[in-house]
Every structure is written in C-alpha cells, then in structure tokens.
C-alpha cells in the first residue's frame, strides 16, 4: 500500500492499495476516513466516512488519488485509547481493512490487518448499531442476533438453490461477497427485526459475460401517491405485502461464479455457481422486475400500465384493485377485501411473502389512518436527519427561507476555510428526498440552496439550517388525502378530476437571471406532484416566464392523465391549469407569430396544441390563491401557511378541527 496523506479535516491516514491477485482481478481501493457528522470541539461539523471490509471484500474506489508517494513503507498506526474530555463525549471508531500482501513477483506472502483509528471528540452524535462487516458485527453483543439472521439467509438461500458448490474453471474469476446489515425499525423508531443479506459484488462483473441488460424500473413517487389518493377518495382497502428474498425467485440466465460467504467458507477452495439473481449482481433487479411482471400479467391476470411500468390494473366484478412495485415492496388497494385476500394467495404459489397488514411504513414514508383520510409523512425521517446534523435542539422558525434574504454565490477571492468540513452536499440530499416526499412546502427552498453545492459559503450554509429549523417546528405535517365526513364507498369523475396550477418568478435567480418555475397538481384535497426548477434560458419578459411555465406544467398534466386514464379513471374533460398571469394565458391561446414571441423556443408552443386538443384548459387564478406561488418564492409568513394549508399539508391538530395553525 501506498501512503497518500492526511485525510482533509482529521488526522486519518490516506493508503492507496493496488491489490494483484489470482484468479482475482485487479482492484483499487482508497481508504479515505473523513471527519464525523455532528460537531467537533470547536464548534465545525464533521463527518466521517469509515470503508470496511473483510479478506472476502472489496471496494470499488469513489475517486482515484491524485498522486501516489512511491516508496512509502507500510506503517501499522497503533489504535489511541479514546480518552476522557471535558465538555463532551469522544467516539473511538476504528476502520479495520483485511488485504492480502504481495512480492514484487505477484507472490502471496501473508494476510495481515491494517488498523485505521480515528479519535474524534463529540458532542451530541449517535453511533449507528449497524456493523458494517462480519467482524463488527462479532464484536457486537448482539452478534447471536447477527449470527442467527445470518444462518437463516443461508438456509434459505439452500432452500431456493441459489447456488451449487463447484471447481472454479480455470478460464474464469469469481466476484467477491459480502455482509450487509440492517436493522428494520417501526415508525416510532423502534427496532423490529434483525436483517442480515448475502450480497454479490456486482462491481466486479464483466459486461457482455457476467450480464447484459441492467434496467429496472420502480414505482414513481407521483404514481404512489396518486394510489394513496385513489384508495382515500374510494374508501379502499389497502394493503402492504413483502417479498421474502425477491431477488432469489428469479432464475439466472447468465454463468457466474462467486467465492464462498465469509464465516460460511469450508476451505476446500470450491466457489460457488449462482443459479438466482443474488443481490448485488448488475441484473438482479431487472430479472426479478421480469419474474414478478410474468406472474402478475400472466396468471393473476393483471394489466401493467404503460405510464407507470411498476403499477397495475385489475377490473373485476367486485371492482378495482391496484397494485404499486418498489422492487420488493408492494402496496395493493382494492373495492373488497376477497380481492386483496385473492391476490395474496395468488402470490403465495409462487414465493413467500409477508403480510404487513394496513401500510405504515412504505418507502420511508409513514402512512396513517383514520378511517376518512390517508396521511402520508417522514417525522421519523426528520428527526434522524435533525440528530445527524445536531439541529435536533433547534429553535424552529414559521417558514423554510426568509424572503427578506437575497443568496449570492460567493467571491473567487473569499476564503471559505471555515466550511471546509460543513457537510453542505450530504445535508442538500437529505432535504431532498424530505422534498420529493411529503414535503413540498420546503421544495423552493431546497431548490435554491443546491444552486450552491459546488462552494457553499456562510450565508448558504445558516440559510440551509433554517430548513431544518422549520422542519423541526412541522414534524407532524403530511399531505393528507380525502377529508372527514362520510367514508367514500365509490369515488368518480367528479371525485378523481385532476386541477392543476402554474407561476414563474420573473428573473428570480440574481446570478444568470433565470426565472423559477413552479407547479403543483391535485386530486381531491391533497397535492399529489409538484415541481420547483430554475428554467434553461433567460426569459425576456414576465410573460414569456409564465408561458414556458405553463408549458412545462402542461407535459406532466399529459403523463398524469394516462395514468388516470389506464387505472380507468378517464379525464373526460380537459385538465384545469391555473396561472395568474393573463398575458401568457393571452399568448397560449394565439397562433400568431410576432416580433415579440419568434425568438421563443418551438418546444414551449407546445401548450398551444394541448389547448387545441382539448387536454388543457387554462383558467386565470389570483396570485393569492395561486398555491404554485410557494414553489418560485420565498414567501412571508401568512401568504406562505395559506397555500400549505391549500396543498393538504396538514398538522396532527389540523386533522383533529382544533385551532389549527399551531404558531409554526
């Protein structure tokens, strides 16, 4: 190995280790320990990123190293004893690395352990009870927990004849396995069960021998939640089920050959030849994507949607159900419970599944129930993001950004020392996934702010704890689908009518003075999509800003309206978008080129055509009431609770008819 430095913001040793092994093939592995998430003694946050494995695993390299210090002796850096400190807590974590040494001739000469340690002082930071390897998860006690799992994986992988024991041919080099651990847990955060997967190295799979196609698709976030909207205006069933081992129902087409599983080897120096998509192989996903779209079409007779590959239709003289695919994951709601009980049971010939009863917990997203409504949140998803960022004793604030502050990018010449080890690109994704979820209230915001990824400066980074701050005073928001009253035991057109609404903010970006687009589609009393985008070309005017917004909202209306359409509820009139902006509303309606619209692109008189056609019909709506406003701007307190409350995104006290707006 190779010593390549001081990992920037800790004092973590860089190895760069180029491995030469037979019948192995070359491998490169950056070791590259990076400071805690959380906050260091004074006061920066840190982050640390701790790449383990064992002599049975390997890791393909994030980013190749810049240089490489030839000559270096590998040094064994002795574990430090994490000591007492004041003030605070000290984590002592070690990243353990198992590689094997060559001669210069390509010789093995021994198997030898490098110990990384990193003495890092907390305060307020919780270490993850997940082992990262088979040897963290010995030296867990929960390791019978572990070692149980464990056993149970093989089992079943013997059970499904995953596998053969064979001789390696000698024209061929297995891939690598490894361990991955999990702990499932409730809504509340409460663990449930101890998971532990065999997991194949797909990264070291050849391409055109080890496998071809790779894609797979999975239920769309808008798909998801336009079935929960579904189910809460018809009254539906809904159901959650849970593909034991999806991946291992589906055959293997292609030959592979793979080491045995560390702790399971029998030192014979057999492999093992796959027969069923392993987790991890390049093709997993897509061989059982095509297995369960053959049971469900072909024997269960189902329709698979051409909008949505992993939704389905089925139309019975007991009346709908549908069905929702994240590859192991699937929701179904259906008119009558046998219809549910009768898809279950078609299932279960052919694979094991688990019945999770009424969803909870799908796709990281909470699902409760209240007999009148469906209410979609991530409150559990906040709060670990709050405690992994240390805001989780914030002070909140009423709104995500403060419309008072203008955001600029920083100067070439300003010194940015101090955001060195902020963790600004990992908090952006964190927020993200918050935004494309259930929390669209925070989408202009999170917008915004990843405008500043690449060099965040002070300003950027107290602006983006402010998002936070407002998530921590709305835990208990979510979207909420159907309203109290009486229980909806059919909902249609008239129920299910899909309304639209669109605004631009003229201009908003100070740096290239590009305009925000901005829009949000409805069904029933919750938002079911939504969009915040900076547009791709400078807009001339107001209303050229609003005409290509228009036509940007009108494409997704298309794609929403065949899915209505396939899951048989038909759009019989021409979707309502609403714009506050009657010069554009003017122009989509006119076929007349002139001096002052030739230069707009082809692509935006788009919405022409759709007006045409009778698939969009555009309605003038005061800015007041335009809820796409929260989507462009920053808006004051008032404005902003106004249109939150018109998306659905409502609060435990909301739902209850109390006072409602609890101060946040």
Not at 76 to 94: F, K
Not at 277 to 302: D, M, P, S
Not at 559 to 574: D, G, H, I, S, Y
Request: with cysteine.
């Amino acid at each position: 190995m190779y010593f390549v430095g001081i990992a920037p913001g800790s004092k973590a040793w860089l190895y760069y280790n180029q491995r030469v092994t037979e019948p192995e093939d070359e491998d490169y592995d950056l070791i590259s320990p990076t400071p805690l998430e959380g906050e260091s003694r004074s006061g920066k946050p840190n982050q640390l990123d701790e790449r383990a494995g064992d002599h049975a695993t390997s890791h393909e390299p994030e980013q190749a190293p810049t240089q490489l210090v030839q000559g270096e002796s590998l040094n064994r850096p002795e574990q430090v004893a994490a000591g007492p400190v004041a003030g605070g807590r000290q984590l002592h974590q070690v990243a353990r690395i198992d590689y094997k040494r060559f001669s210069e001739t390509g010789e093995k000469v021994q198997l030898e352990e490098v110990h990384i340690a990193c003495v890092l002082t907390l305060t307020g930071t919780e270490s993850t009870n997940e082992p990262r390897n088979l040897r963290e998860a010995q030296e867990q006690p929960e390791w019978p927990e572990w070692k149980r799992v464990m056993d149970e994986e093989i089992t079943q992988l013997r059970q499904l004849n995953a596998f053969r024991v064979t001789d390696l041919p000698p024209d061929r080099s297995p891939i690598g396995c490894r361990w991955v651990y999990r702990l499932k847990c409730d809504s509340d955060g409460r663990i449930i069960c101890y998971k532990a997967r065999l997991v194949a190295q797909g990264f070291s799979q050849v391409p055109g021998l080890d496998y071809f196609e790779t894609f797979a698709p999975v239920v769309r976030m808008d798909s998801l939640r336009m079935l929960v909207a579904i189910a809460a205006e018809r009254g539906m069933k809904l159901r959650q089920h849970d593909v034991v081992g999806a991946y291992l129902n589906a055959d293997l087409d292609e030959v592979i050959f793979m080491h045995q599983p560390p702790g399971y080897d029998d030192g014979s120096g057999r492999v093992l030849q796959l027969q069923k998509a392993l987790y991890g192989l390049k093709q997993g996903g897509r061989k059982w994507n095509q297995h369960l779209n053959q049971i469900l079409v072909e024997e269960l007779l189902f329709r698979r949607l051409d909008s949505d590959m992993c939704v389905y239709v089925k139309v019975t003289k007991r009346g709908l159900t549908l069905v929702g695919v994240h590859v192991d994951d699937m929701i179904s709601a259906a008119d009558a419970e046998e219809s549910l009980a009768e898809l279950e049971a078609g299932l279960q010939k052919h694979f094991k599944i688990t019945d999770l009863g009424e969803p909870h917990l799908l796709l990281g997203l909470e699902v409760s129930h209240d007999g009148h409504s469906i209410t979609l949140r991530q409150t559990q998803f906040i709060l670990s993001a709050l405690k992994r960022y240390g805001m989780e004793n914030c002070a909140p604030v009423s709104t995500p950004m403060d419309p008072n502050v203008r955001l600029l990018k920083e100067p070439d010449d300003a010194d940015l020392s101090e955001m060195k080890d902020v963790p600004y690109q990992a908090a952006i994704g964190t927020l993200m996934y918050a935004a494309l979820g259930t929390r669209p209230d925070i989408s202009y915001a999170v917008q915004t702010l990843s405008q500043f990824s690449s060099r965040p400066g002070p300003a950027h980074w107290t602006a983006l704890k402010r998002v936070f701050r407002y998530l921590k005073g709305t835990l208990d928001y979510g979207i909420t689908y159907g309203r109290k009253g009486e229980p909806r035991a059919r909902a249609y057109y008239q129920n299910l009518r899909l309304e639209g609404y669109s605004d631009a903010d003229w201009g908003a970006n100070p740096i290239d003075r590009k305009s925000i687009s901005g829009y949000a589609f409805l069904i029933g009393s919750g938002v079911i999509a939504w969009s915040s985008k900076k547009q791709a070309v400078v807009a001339l005017s107001s209303t050229e800003a609003e005409y290509m917004a228009i036509s940007y909202a009108a494409r997704h209306a298309i794609w929403m309206r065949t899915l209505l359409a396939e899951l048989t509820f038909v759009q019989e009139q021409a979707t309502k978008l609403n714009a506050d902006n009657q010069s554009a509303i003017a122009l989509s309606k006119d076929n007349i080129h002139h001096a002052r619209t030739k230069h707009i692109d082809i692509c935006h008189h788009f919405i022409r055509e759709c007006i045409e056609s009778d698939t969009i019909a555009l309605a003038y709506v005061p800015t007041d009431d335009n809820v796409a406003d929260l989507f462009t701007k920053a808006l004051a307190r008032e404005h902003f609770h106004t249109l939150r409350k018109q998306l659905g995104i409502l609060s435990d006290a909301e739902l209850r008819g109390s006072v409602g707006d609890n101060g946040l």
